[in-house]
């Protein structure tokens, strides 16, 4: 009797470890059991257990910027960034001090602290690690999508495009739902727009400007 009792539970066991293979369990982790009924379960980071996968975890909700003002973003590395203090943006949290961007490595972009280094967002027309290899655009290339675009002398815009809806950008892209929040300060740019003429408004426009 013994010894059928052990082989009945050393089967058991060899089929709860195997129970978690293959099952998807979200964010959450798989977790086997000695219940033959239920061989496994989803554990999630709510706090509570399902067979079913588990939500997507909200990154945010570990406040993970400290001080700082957390805001998911799904395509960043981790799914969020932090605003911190003195319009800083941090990719980690705020709990540290940041000196990456201090010496504005941006040539033409906003420059967002990392742990131990920075990346640059750079602007339209620019690129490179630290936008500084200037894009060569053209109205030749499409770049307005929906709208009209009409080359300027602008160094640092050669374009600029106007909007179905009747606003001026450097792009016109389909109407969103949920427009990006994403802003922040840029830290070393030359790009200026409002001194322009507005082509359907030519009485608007100095300097012989059409």
Known sequence: MIVI??????????????????INCGS?????????????????????????PCPPENPCSRNPCGQGT????????????????GDIIS??????TFNNCAS?????????????????NCLPTWTGKTCDERLELSCSTNLCGFGKCFEISDPSFPYVCLCPNGNFGISCPEEKKHPSTLTGRILSTTAHL????????????MNGGK
């Open 5 to 22: 009792f052990l082989i009945l539970t050393l089967e058991h066991l060899v089929y709860s470890d195997e129970s978690c293979n293959g």
């Open 28 to 52: 959450g982790s798989c977790i086997t059991t000695a219940n033959p009924s239920l061989p496994y379960y989803c554990k999630c980071s709510n706090g509570f257990n399902t067979i079913l």
């Open 70 to 85: 957390c805001e998911t973003v799904p395509n960043l590395l981790y799914g969020y960034l932090c605003r911190c203090a």
């Open 91 to 96: 990719l980690t949290n705020c709990n540290v």
């Open 104 to 120: 504005n490595p941006c040539a033409h972009g906003l420059c967002v602290e990392g742990l131990t280094s920075f990346t640059c």
């Open 194 to 205: 409002s001194d322009k003429c507005n082509p359907l408004n030519p009485e608007g426009c």
